[in-house]
C-alpha cells in the first residue's frame, strides 16, 4: 500500500528530510535495506553525509543521493536508493533526479552500484542506462555492477571541461 500525502502536489521529485515516513515505507522494499537482527529501525536511514532524499507526489518513487567518502574510491555523488513502484517511466526519474543532483553539486559524477543477482531484470540497470548512463566497473568483493553518468557541457557547461580534465584516464 502505498503512504499517499495530500501536502505532495505538483510534478517531479519533491525533497523531503532523512527519516520521512512515506520515503521509509518504499525504501523497506528496496533490495538493498539493511535489517538489524536484532529488530531495530532507526529514523533516518540514508547514511552519514550529504544527502539529498526524494519523492514523488504520488508517493510511488524514492531517490536518494549521498555524497560521502566512499570506500571503494568512488569520486562523485551516490545514488544510494532508486526505487519505482509506478510513478512513470524509471529513466525519466533517473534523469529528472540527475537535474537536481548537478544543482545542487555542480558538474560532480554520477554513480550507482547494482546488485544483478537482486534485479529480475536480464538487463540490470538498464533504466540507469536509458537516462545516459553507462556501466563502468564492478566491485572487488560484492561483484556489484558499477554505473555512471559524467556531466556533459550541456548540462554543466561551465564546468564540464574542468570536470573532464580532472578525472581524464592516466597515460
Known amino acids: 500500500m502505498n503512504a499517499v500525502q495530500p501536502f505532495l502536489f505538483g510534478d517531479g521529485w519533491i525533497e523531503v528530510k532523512d527519516g520521512n ?34 519523492i514523488t507526489p504520488c ?9 560521502f567518502i566512499s570506500l571503494d574510491n568512488q569520486v562523485g555523488v551516490n545514488c544510494a536508493v532508486f526505487r519505482n513502484e509506478g510513478a512513470g517511466r524509471s529513466s525519466d526519474l533517473i534523469k529528472a533526479a540527475d537535474d537536481l543532483a548537478w544543482s545542487r553539486w555542480p558538474a560532480e ?8 543477482r537482486a534485479i529480475r531484470s536480464c538487463n540490470p540497470g538498464c533504466c540507469f542506462i536509458a537516462a545516459g548512463w553507462r556501466r563502468c566497473g564492478v566491485t572487488q568483493r560484492r561483484q556489484l555492477l558499477i554505473l555512471e553518468r559524467l556531466p556533459t557541457a550541456d548540462i554543466v557547461p561551465a564546468l564540464a571541461d574542468q570536470f573532464a580534465r580532472q578525472h581524464e584516464p592516466a597515460r
Open 21 to 54: 515516513d512515506s520515503c521509509r515505507t518504499i525504501f523497506d522494499r528496496h533490495y538493498s535495506r539493511y535489517r538489524y537482527a536484532d529488530g531495530r529501525r532507526p529514523k533516518i536511514f540514508v547514511g552519514p553525509g550529504e544527502k539529498m532524499v526524494l
Open 59 to 67: 508517493a510511488r518513487a524514492i531517490f536518494v543521493w549521498r555524497k
Open 109 to 116: 559524477r554520477h554513480y550507482t552500484y547494482v546488485n544483478p
